[in-house]
């Protein structure tokens, strides 16, 4: 059983950042990527990137490429996504997700399908 828990979301104005942090707890040792993606009311969970968790190669959706950093801290299980010149576009629920067990990176590993944890999600907002 694997818990993962969303922090930093929040309200911003456009052109701001925000960090969000995920803190995974319990069996991880057999995840060897993590991903975020974030869902807008009305429309599907999509894709937002994803960190090979010894490596540390990462893969990003064109719509934040350049503006979104993920990273990640092993010793803290831990997975950030520094979100940076945001735009209202990117107003959504944030959620992270470990990659199937056993599963290694292998492309983009940018669908839902890939992944099999999923934290509760943290709501950013930003405003025009």
């Known amino acids: 059983q694997v818990q993962l828990v969303e922090y930093g979301g929040g309200v911003v104005q456009a052109g701001g950042s925000l960090r969000l942090s995920c803190v995974a707890s319990g069996r991880t040792f057999n995840s060897y990527y993590r991903g975020w993606f974030r869902q807008a009311p009305g429309k599907e969970r999509e894709f937002v990137a994803r960190i090979d968790w010894s490596h540390g190669s990462t893969y990003y959706a064109d719509s934040v490429k350049g503006r979104f950093t993920i990273s990640r801290d092993n010793a803290k299980n831990t997975v950030y996504l520094q979100m940076n010149s945001l735009k209202p576009e990117d107003t959504a629920i944030y959620f992270c997700?470990?990659?199937?067990?056993?599963?290694?990176?292998?492309?983009?590993?940018?669908?839902?399908?890939?992944?099999?944890?999923w934290g509760r999600g943290t709501q950013v907002t930003v405003s025009s």
């Open positions: 997700a470990t990659g199937r067990e056993g599963a290694t990176v292998t492309g983009p590993m940018a669908r839902v399908v890939g992944y099999e944890d």
